[in-house]
């Protein structure tokens, strides 16, 4: 066969669309969940704008939620990753939040999907964001809490990190102070073989001990009931890492939030939580919990205060 000089040439194949994450609106509009093209998943609960759910690729949970826990709307969720707003606990001698129920009403208030986005070129992510104003509340809750404001929580999935970011803006004509956490329940294998670390030589609030100030030495275990709030030496950016049986399995890092809470209920406590289930469900959970927690945050009017925590599969 005679080579033609000016042979046409195959036809450019086209290439193939990348796979991307799915998100999908259930349980009568009251859930989002949001799965990557790798696997890895995320779930949202509207009420709270609560994550419950954070799997791997595998499908294996890493955030606890107890069996227990009223997904409903009828109270707070008990695991996963409440969000606590304007207050963290009671604060009976705080004027402007004295009359709030404890942790605030951003876990009881019932958040607006706001929609997904990715960022430019990647299909291994995605990004979920909720918001929560002063108008979406309850009367009785503006009563308790009369302040204009805005709440941005936006959730992050990559194969590796779970995100959550939260901006906080006023929006009315008055400055207002509060406190912020995120009550984040982490999956464990077994609690008395967990140790943390990222906070020695910190400073921490024992709330089992008269809110006595103790320094912390060495890594932190767990061997009883643990409510400490500390404020690590070495800053946010520091990671706060967990190891379950000598192995690490996640890193945590926050930005904009000063204070870690680290609470596991045990045996006593447990016992008393009727949403507590199973009763030895505290064996399986750590709460390592970001926040700025130690005083108040002051925001002026028009200002946002933006806080965030991502936590690394390790």
Partial sequence: MVDR????????????????????????????????????????????????????????????????????????????????????????????????????????????????????????????????????????????????????????????????????????????EFQTLLHTYLRVNDISSVSVSGLENSEYIDKLDNLATVTQSGDLTFSGETDRVYTPVNGPTHPVIVSDGGKQVFKVVRDNLDQVVAWNPWVDKSAGMKDFSPKDGWKNMVCIEPGSVKGWQKLDVGDAFEAAQTIWLV
């Fill in 5 to 176: 000089p000016n042979k046409p040439s195959a036809l450019a194949t086209t290439p193939a669309a990348q796979p991307t994450s799915t998100v999908e609106i259930t349980h009568d509009n009251s859930r989002v969940s949001a799965t990557l093209p790798t696997g890895e998943s995320v779930e949202i609960l509207l009420h709270g704008a609560s994550v419950l759910s954070w799997k791997d690729a595998s499908g294996a949970e890493k955030l606890w939620l107890s069996e227990a826990a009223r997904l409903d709307g009828s109270a707070a969720v008990r695991g996963g990753i409440p969000i606590v707003f304007p207050v963290f606990g009671t604060a009976p001698d705080h004027e402007a939040t004295s009359k709030l129920p404890q942790h605030g009403f951003a876990r009881n208030s019932r958040w607006e999907f706001l929609g997904r986005s990715t960022s430019e070129g990647a299909s291994t992510s995605v990004k979920l964001d909720f918001g929560l104003s002063s108008e979406n509340l309850a009367d009785a809750t503006k009563a308790l809490w009369p302040y204009k404001f805005g709440l941005l929580y936006s959730v992050y999935l990559d194969p590796q990190s779970l995100g959550t970011t939260l901006v906080i803006t006023n929006e009315g004509d008055v400055p207002f």
